[in-house]
């Protein structure tokens, strides 16, 4: 499966930066707004934007379930900021996590970081935070990939990953990348 189709969901946020940044990369991208966006997707990205916002959206376009059930039938999914709190359990419930919401602070301490992401290759990535959610609790099965001042803001539980933090606002496709390999993974495995 060389050109992948990737979904993103599109109800709110800066889906169109994932979109370049999954096309440059060699993707097909779908933009997701109601149920029927989400059939012959291999991935699915959440972007940041505003949870309770998607959330409204997601509840408005009767988009929960299936998202569930995408999920639930192991289609990597890749949520970032507001979409890693669209993923914990007081959302869809598919992360075994609960995220605090502007766990960094307002949008006027929004900041950028070097961190170390478990898993991705090439020295520490440049994390841009904007009112961005840290995790604040976790179950078992869910691994922390990056930590910063000891909360986790990158973790993965099997297909499912997510990041606290606008890797699409950068110039650097790894997480993108590593999301994509994920992605033909599942597409080989199923032949």
Same mark, same amino acid.
């Given at each position: 499966?060389?050109?992948?189709?990737?979904?993103?969901?599109?109800?709110?946020?800066?889906?169109?930066?994932?979109?370049?940044?999954?096309?440059?990369?060699?993707? =097909?991208?779908?933009?997701?707004?109601?149920?029927?966006?989400?059939?012959?997707?291999?991935?699915?990205?959440?972007?940041?934007?505003?949870?309770?916002?998607?959330? *409204?959206?997601?509840?408005?376009? &009767?988009?929960?379930? #299936?998202?569930?059930?995408?999920? @639930?039938?192991?289609?990597?999914?890749?949520?970032?900021?507001?979409? *890693?709190?669209?993923?914990?359990?007081?959302?869809?419930?598919?992360?075994?996590?609960?995220?605090?919401?502007? /766990?960094?602070?307002?949008?006027?301490?929004?900041?950028?970081?070097?961190?170390?992401? /478990?898993?991705?290759?090439? @020295?520490?990535?440049?994390?841009?935070?904007? &009112?961005? #959610?840290?995790?604040?609790? &976790?179950?078992?099965?869910?691994?922390?990939?990056?930590?910063?001042?000891? =909360?986790?803001?990158?973790?993965?539980?099997?297909?499912? *990953?997510?990041?606290?933090? =606008?890797?699409?606002?950068? $110039?650097? $496709? &790894?997480?993108?990348? =590593?999301?994509?390999?994920?992605?033909?993974?599942?597409?080989?495995?199923?032949?």
């Amino acid at each position: 499966m060389d050109a992948p189709l990737v979904g993103i969901l599109a109800l709110q946020g800066d889906f169109e930066a994932h979109a370049r940044m999954l096309r440059g990369l060699g993707a =097909h991208v779908r933009e997701v707004r109601v149920p029927a966006d989400l059939d012959g997707l291999g991935g699915l990205v959440i972007p940041g934007g505003e949870s309770t916002t998607m959330t *409204l959206g997601i509840e408005r376009e &009767r988009l929960a379930e #299936p998202l569930r059930t995408l999920a @639930g039938a192991g289609v990597p999914v890749l949520g970032t900021c507001a979409g *890693l709190i669209v993923l914990d359990r007081d959302h869809l419930g598919l992360l075994d996590v609960r995220a605090r919401r502007n /766990a960094f602070g307002r949008q006027v301490r929004s900041f950028e970081a070097e961190l170390e992401l /478990a898993g991705i290759d090439g @020295g520490p990535l440049r994390a841009i935070f904007i &009112r961005a #959610p840290w995790v604040d609790e &976790r179950g078992e099965g869910v691994e922390v990939l990056a930590a910063l001042d000891g =909360h986790p803001v990158a973790v993965r539980e099997e297909h499912l *990953l997510a990041i606290a933090f =606008h890797p699409e606002l950068g $110039d650097d $496709d &790894r997480i993108h990348a =590593h999301f994509l390999a994920l992605v033909r993974e599942r597409a080989a495995a199923r032949g």
